[in-house]
């Protein structure tokens, strides 16, 4: 009964601090898919209805967040409500806050993995089209849409975290030298934390656009003793998996990809909070580098080997060191 009081509490009218009148007496969200498709990236969009507020503009789906939701949580829902967007079909990658001051309006942004099928399902919505990122701004868009559409265009990639866990541990005086199985271990919990939770800035080096919050895929790079720790990874994701809603892909998973010559274990956290432990067979630089070469999108590899950043910079990827990392734990 109490979740049927509070249930859809966000409907209604506001002003902002701009003097503006916006629908959502709590803010407003909406879910920016985009999916590579043909080779180009295509981005979900909707027409929205001709009598509703901007009837006939274009859109992502989205509208009033309710007081016990997140923009993330919110996102998702407006997304299946209007456009019947398959449950765990995509992972959250960030989130843009456009803030009018006492309300603003979060664009999460979202990737799958190819564009899923969708249509419109409800009265607010006359069309539901995968869109080429390019041909976006050429469509009658949402003002409020078109105008923050350059940002979140720069945010439409996949980024990963590659981390050098030796480089990492060994930078912080933990008793990691007695039990470096344990101390991975325990890295790979806080940056599943950090995983979930997002990351609220990147280094500067990055030169990524101006987002509230990332949601990278951390990829933790072990090697030596703390090589079961990819082991133990896979067994307790098959576990903890009912939680997963992200990308779907519980469970072990050994590629035996010859390329990487690593062994691999993926973990499905909740949206956007993705981590994956990878087990280097040989040198751990060599596995970090390749991931640095051939991962797609913005990658960061987190290490203060000299010799490994000069290889992953010249891979196109951004380093930084082990304290920045640190700083987000
Ligand atoms: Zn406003």
Same mark, same amino acid.
């Given at each position: ?17 701009? +003097? ?7 803010? &407003?969200?909406? /879910?920016? &898919? ?9 981005? /979900? /969009? ?12 274009? $859109? ?13 949580? &919110? ?5 299946? !409500? ?10 959250? @990658? ?18 799958? #993995?190819?564009?899923? #099928? ?5 009265? *607010? ?8 990122? !390019? ?14 559409? #350059?940002?979140?265009?720069? =945010? ?9 866990? =030796? ?15 344990? &101390? ?19 280094? *500067? ?34 576990? @903890?998996?009912?939680? $997963? ?20 274990? !993926?973990?499905?956290?909740?949206? +956007? ?13 060599? @596995?970090?580098? *390749?991931?640095?070469?051939? %991962? ?6 987190? @290490? ?20 920045? %990392?640190?700083?987000?734990?």
């Amino acid at each position: 009964m109490v979740g049927a009081m509070v249930n859809r509490d966000g409907n209604g009218w506001t002003t902002c601090g701009q +003097g503006h009148r916006h629908w959502g007496r709590f803010g &407003a969200a909406g /879910l920016l &898919a985009f999916a590579p498709d043909d080779g180009q990236t295509c981005v /979900l /969009l909707q027409r929205r209805s001709w009598w509703g507020n901007h009837g006939g503009t274009w $859109g992502p789906p989205g509208g009033a967040r309710d007081s016990h939701e997140s923009a993330v949580t &919110a996102a998702l829902r407006e997304a299946e !409500e209007e456009c019947a967007m398959p449950a765990d079909a995509v992972s959250v @990658t960030g989130i843009f806050r456009d803030d009018h001051g006492g309300w603003s309006y979060q664009t999460v942004i979202a990737s799958a #993995p190819r564009p899923f #099928p969708a249509r419109a399902v409800s009265s *607010e919505t006359s069309q539901v089209s995968w869109v080429a990122a !390019e041909d976006v701004a050429a469509l009658d868009l949402h003002p409020g849409f078109a105008e923050q559409w #350059p940002v979140l265009r720069a =945010a439409l990639q996949p980024m990963e975290f590659i981390v050098d866990a =030796a480089n990492v541990m060994g930078s912080r005086p933990d008793g990691w030298w007695r039990d470096r199985a344990g &101390a991975a271990r325990r890295l790979r919990d806080q940056l599943a934390v950090l995983a979930a939770d997002g990351v609220p800035a990147l280094p *500067e080096e990055m030169r990524a656009p101006p987002l509230e919050r990332w949601f990278p895929e951390f990829v933790l790079v072990v090697e030596g003793a703390a090589r079961s720790v990819a082991a133990t990874h896979a067994a307790g994701s098959r576990h @903890t998996g009912a939680r $997963g809603t992200g990308s779907g892909d519980t469970g072990a998973r050994d590629t035996g990809s010859a390329d990487t010559g690593s062994g691999e274990a !993926e973990q499905a956290g909740q949206p +956007g909070g993705r981590i994956r432990v990878v087990a280097a067979r040989g040198s751990g630089d060599d @596995t970090i580098a *390749e991931l640095a070469r051939d %991962l797609p999108g913005r990658r960061l590899v987190v @290490t203060a080997d000299r010799e490994l950043r000069g290889r992953c910079t010249a891979a196109g990827a951004s380093v930084t060191g082990p304290g920045w %990392l640190l700083r987000q734990l």
